[in-house]
């Protein structure tokens, strides 16, 4: 979950590499460090951000047209300047970034201290370089030959990039489980964990592959396997613009990105649905359209928001295309021995691509001869490239560690993908189809209307800053919608958090209600409505501070609510969309009056690439 950058080409590297890891900080931002090789390889490095690592160095020349820069999200180690990358071998020649796991360290550790190895820090990093320093000096070979056979010896996940006092001219990266991308300039090249860092300087760029070595120089790439297979790698071209990456006079990214959701809502459906026709048209999932009338069974897997995203995919395929759905933690589910067939359909979500248990579980039911789609969000990402077909959601980048439109944009494509299957299948006519369709094409008006209710929300924020703990309830679809909610509050206000069933609340958690617990309730005029008031009152009777979710010219639950939002009514099922909405800006507002660094909540990153 690190972020890394590297350069090589004509220009002065620091800048590019200090703007680049300020772009990925939403990958970590406990410690960051760069290294320049001017004349010889210079390391600087410090805990904290990469503002304190500017300010750090900000009165030492910064010289050299070769480096490479790390902002960590740590995993073996404490955050502390010693932790912090780059690392260098033991005989200062060699030094290293790092993202991911190498989970057989401490057996390769112990061999090297066996030779007289002595490390400085508490990483797998620095036993990885010094790995390479070993083998290098064992057989004499060259550089990429080295990194080659060393990673030939280690079990994990990692992107890698290396430099050498002896090579100036010359980088080394590698990737296994974890992103990288290199950007393909003239005489120059950009790497990167992701596409943002180099947008501004080439719009071509490389996809490294699993178990690949890029040796690159100032005018040269060649990439090779782990079999020493020299690859002809593609060259794509990104469609990401720079505008995008800036917060846009937005006070934060997570507030911007919350904004957005109209158009990125309205992004995912365009060219997908035809509502006056009754048509849904997914391109991706062309092919698969006789495999989908018989199919027995989907199995979502996802992680976090993803997977609250696929609970509601879970209601809307079953309830208009009539097939069986589980939706499953994909870091439990790849640990399992699932029983998986050929007769069914996975569905991977995953915002970044990249997450690390997803990717795994698609392996597992890759083996068992499962179809998979995927529905992510970035293009050549490596989930896209596991799957048999899928649908991007088209939401643009994310710069939030908290994800707000990535979640309406996945509901938006499960939606269309539900109906689609729904079609294909013939369980859904047309005439109803052409409802639905022109109702969903109004949401991102809807969602319009909703923002407009923002400086309430952040009135009835500030009456709750100081709670402890929250209880979201929801009924039917509306329980993901809870789910999710819980999770932005405790995400980045740390208060804890957790969402119900509200039929689930007399089996445990009412127990926690008194005049201090605000609990908060998506109490819309759906199917459940009036179970829901039955739940209001239950928590009333018990003294719990009422704030509600409710449609546009409610009067029942206004008489027993200490506050409500409305929201515009619409169709059952796209509640989702509409009423997660109120509960994104209801956290924001919470985690802002409390303090806290809502674009880059503690202890978390954007893309967990690592178990």
């Not at 890394?4 to 970590?28: C, Q, S, T």
């Not at 974890?178 to 947008?199: C, H, L, Q, R, W």
């Not at 439990?332 to 569905?347: A, C, Q």
């Not at 995953?350 to 992510?376: N, P, R, W, Y």
Request: proline letters at 4%; a negative charge.
């Amino acid at each position: 979950m690190c972020g890394i950058v590297g350069y090589i080409g004509f220009r002065d590297a620091y800048p590019i590499i200090i703007k680049g890891l300020h772009r990925l900080e939403y990958r970590g931002y406990d410690s960051a460090g760069v290294a320049l090789l001017d004349q010889e390889i210079k390391v600087y490095k410090k805990a904290g951000k990469v503002s304190d690592l500017e300010n750090f160095v900000k009165d030492i020349p910064m010289k050299g047209t070769a480096g490479m820069g790390h902002t960590r999200w740590a995993t073996h180690g404490a955050p502390s300047d010693r932790n912090s990358h780059p690392h260098s071998s033991g005989n200062r020649e060699l030094t290293i970034i790092h993202n991911g796991i190498i989970e057989n360290y401490a057996t390769i550790k112990e061999a090297l201290i066996e030779k007289g190895h002595e490390f400085k820090s508490d990483t797998d990093t620095e036993v990885l370089i010094h790995l390479i320093e070993n083998i290098q000096d064992e057989t004499q070979l060259d550089l990429q030959e080295v990194v080659r056979i060393a990673l030939t010896q280690v079990n994990g996940a990692y992107a890698i990039v290396l430099m050498s006092n002896d090579e100036p001219d010359r980088l080394i990266a590698a990737r296994k489980g974890s992103p990288m991308v290199i950007g393909v300039g003239k005489n120059e090249y950009f790497i990167a964990s992701d596409a943002t860092p180099i947008v501004e300087y080439t719009r071509n760029v490389i996809y490294l592959n699993d178990s690949e070595i890029a040796d690159i120089s100032r005018n040269s790439l060649v990439i090779k396997s782990l079999d020493n297979v020299v690859q002809q790698p593609y060259v794509h071209e990104l469609e990401l613009k720079l505008e995008m990456l800036e917060k846009g006079g937005f006070d934060h990214f997570m507030l911007k990105e919350i904004y957005e959701q109209p158009r990125s809502i309205k992004d995912c459906m365009r060219g997908r649905m035809h509502p006056q026709q009754g048509l849904v048209q997914l391109g991706g999932l062309k092919s698969y359209a006789e495999k989908l009338k018989n199919i027995d069974r989907i199995i979502i897997v996802a992680c976090g928001t993803s997977w609250h995203a696929g609970l509601v995919g879970e209601y809307l395929i079953e309830e208009y295309a009539r097939v069986p759905v589980e939706v499953e933690y994909a870091s439990e589910f790849r640990y399992r021995n699932p029983i998986v067939s050929e007769k069914d359909l996975v569905i991977a979500i995953s915002q970044s691509g990249e997450t690390a248990d997803t990717m795994a579980a698609l392996e597992l039911v890759k083996e068992k001869g499962a179809t998979i789609f995927g529905v992510c969000n970035v293009a050549g990402a490596s989930i896209p490239r596991l799957t048999d077909a899928g649908v991007y959601t088209h939401a643009g980048p994310e710069i939030g560690v908290a994800s707000t439109k990535a979640f309406t944009a996945q509901v938006t494509v499960l939606t269309l993908i539900a109906f689609y299957i729904a079609q294909i299948r013939g369980t859904l006519n047309q005439s109803k189809l052409i409802t639905l369709l022109t109702e969903l094409d109004q949401i991102p008006d809807l969602v319009e209307q909703v923002l407009a209710h923002n400086a309430q929300i952040e009135i009835i924020a500030r009456k709750f800053k100081d709670s402890a703990n929250c209880l979201f309830l929801g009924r039917g679809i509306a329980f993901p919608v809870a789910l999710e909610g819980a999770l932005k509050l405790k995400e980045i206000s740390y208060i804890h958090a957790e969402g119900y069933p509200a039929g689930e609340m007399k089996h445990g958690p009412i127990a926690l209600i008194d005049e201090a617990m605000p609990v908060i309730f998506i109490a819309t005029k759906h199917s459940s409505y009036e179970k829901v008031i039955s739940n209001i009152q239950e928590v009333k009777a018990r003294g719990g501070k009422l704030i509600a979710i409710v449609s546009e010219g409610d009067t029942e639950v206004k008489k027993m609510a200490d506050y409500v939002i409305e929201i515009p009514q619409t169709d059952e099922a796209f509640l989702p969309l509409v009423a997660t909405i109120p509960l994104q800006l209801l956290a924001y507002h919470i985690a802002l009056m409390r303090g806290c660094n809502v674009d880059q909540p503690r202890n978390l990153a954007k893309s967990v690439t690592v178990e």
